[in-house]
T-cell receptor, first 113, second 110 residues
Framework: DAMVIQNPRYQVTQFGKPVTLSCSQTLNHNVMYWYQQKSSQAPKLLFHYYDKDFNNEADTPDNFQSRRPNTSFCFLDIRSPGLGDAAMYLC????????????FGPGTRLLVL | SQQGEEDPQALSIQEGENATMNCSYKTSINNLQWYRQNSGRGLVHLILIRSNEREKHSGRLRVTLDTSKKSSSLLITASRAADTASYFCATDEDDYKLSFGAGTTVTVRA
């Protein structure tokens, strides 16, 4: 049973054309995360939500924004995708607390033409 | 920010052999976790070791932690083709966020 679902699995967009990636969870976890992962690199945290509180990482470009309308759903908006934004985008969830496991979705592969 | 550094970057072994990979980190931690990522997929949690633990086992996995050297190792015994994946260590510092290492790509040859 899928616990963290990401749609779409593959997304092709044009340079500068806004795109939205979605994530949903059935775990009822407080925390939802968005990571960017480029080929052969570590996942890089972009931001996370603790309930409705949005927490941006200091080096996340303004081009990336997020919305969490309810506990189950979280969206990643890329306002003006550049070629450098082509990557795998991973959504994860966890309970709040040190030492909690993060549960990842399968990821959305973004291609920018 | 990325705290973990993993070694080696890539590892190729024969089925049935053991695979060992290492992770070093920079600052004090509460816990260290290992995750696996199959090609083109999300990460899957494998095992967590707390800062006051030195060794932990889970099935064919053995993890060690040396906080004095700020390093951890993951051993996969009797490897199988299905173990082909990238393995990431992840540390938490003072909250629930994780910092991932660059990963070790393991290829198990049949």
């Amino acid at each position: 049973d899928a616990m963290v679902i990401q749609n779409p699995r593959y997304q092709v967009t044009q340079f500068g054309k806004p795109v939205t990636l979605s994530c949903s969870q059935t775990l009822n976890h407080n925390v939802m995360y968005w990571y960017q992962q480029k080929s052969s690199q570590a996942p890089k945290l972009l931001f996370h939500y603790y309930d409705k509180d949005f927490n941006n990482e200091a080096d996340t470009p303004d081009n990336f924004q997020s919305r969490r309308p309810n506990t189950s759903f979280c969206f990643l908006d890329i306002r003006s995708p550049g070629l450098g934004d082509a990557a795998m985008y991973l959504c994860a969830t966890s309970r709040v607390g040190v030492g909690e496991t993060q549960y990842f979705g399968p990821g959305t592969r973004l291609l920018v033409l | 920010s990325q705290q973990g550094e993993e070694d080696p970057q890539a590892l190729s072994i024969q089925e049935g052999e053991n695979a060992t990979m290492n992770c070093s980190y920079k600052t004090s931690i509460n816990n260290l976790q290992w995750y696996r990522q199959n090609s083109g997929r999300g990460l899957v949690h494998l095992i967590l070791i707390r800062s006051n633990e030195r060794e932990k086992h889970s099935g064919r996995l053995r993890v060690t932690l040396d906080t004095s050297k700020k390093s951890s190792s993951l051993l996969i015994t009797a490897s199988r083709a299905a173990d082909t994946a990238s393995y990431f260590c992840a540390t938490d510092e003072d909250d629930y966020k994780l910092s991932f290492g660059a990963g070790t790509t393991v290829t198990v040859r049949a």
